[in-house]
């Protein structure tokens, strides 16, 4: 349930209404607003409390919110969230920002190489992955441990924060402790249990929707790690799988616009994994930046065709470059920018 309150509310009023809430046995939720304050209500909907609700001083209406998820539904919180992954870098507000790199870590000359070819080409967050959830057991599972230590050297000599995804609550401190945004994969996305552990930090999460993933499991996942307190949380469009065969994934261009409307957290795309295929994720790219997203995803190697994971939709050094300069006029189209790295190369 949603409680708007009218201009006139004081800070006293709000508290007295936040009191109120608290002595029903609900949880309340603040979102100040230019104009109004919201105060959420998270707990069941009951219409006793509507009518209840109604009647006090400088409450201006009371909605029951019918969606399961409250805490990340734009009803509780009507301003576009904009997440700070560090470093001076923002996801979320009227920049996109571009994250970039392998989609293994390979050793340390090589993220590190990339990291300075995709910093110089315009990204702004560098990705690599050191623990890598492989459909077969016998392919290359990342280097672990060693992968985040060279992903963090990557990160320092090129100024960019990093992200790379964790797969287990066993391996949540050593990610945390590399990494300025904690990668929740496809695959994860509806592990509870880890979501409720990420949860318990404030470090930035990026939650990518499920292979067959509802947007609502999606948006109810995000719900977990808010409701577990930390509200840094970046959804992430990888595409999904559909009857077509000719590509990986099916990228839902729809999931954008609607994520948006329904949340107000940031969503970003993912065309490497969304496509499978270099050759369509620049034009995905600029699709998805028409539609709204807030940021990129996207892998790069420097020989595709030797990369230990993913190669076949990874771009290269120079492919990255290209498509860096040909999303940048669809952004401006439609009134974005391409965020401007703030630390010098
Ligand atoms: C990745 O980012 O390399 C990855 C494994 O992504 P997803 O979880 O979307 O498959
Ligand atoms: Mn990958």
Redesign the pocket.
Known sequence: MIIVLSPEATPEDVERIVRRVEETGHAAHLSTGSERTIVGVIGPDLPVLQDMFETMTHVESVHRVTKPYKLVSRDFHPADSVIDVGRGVRIGGPEIAVMAGP?SIEDEAHVVGTARAVRAAGATILRG?AF??RTSPYLFRGHGLDALRFLATAGEVTGMPVIT?CMAVADIDAVARYADII?V???NVQNYILLDEVGKLRKPVLL?RGLSGLIEEWLLAAEYILAAGNPNVILCE?GIRTFETSYRNTFDINAIPLAKELSHLPVVA?PS?GTGKHQLVAPVSRAAIAAGADGLLI?VHPHPERALS?GAQSLTHEGFASMMASVSGIAAAVGRTLATPLVPA
Do not use: F, T
Request: with cysteine; glycine share 14%.
């Open positions: 989609c992955g890598k959830p995804e990668q994969g496809a695959r990518k990888r993912d994994h892998e993913d």
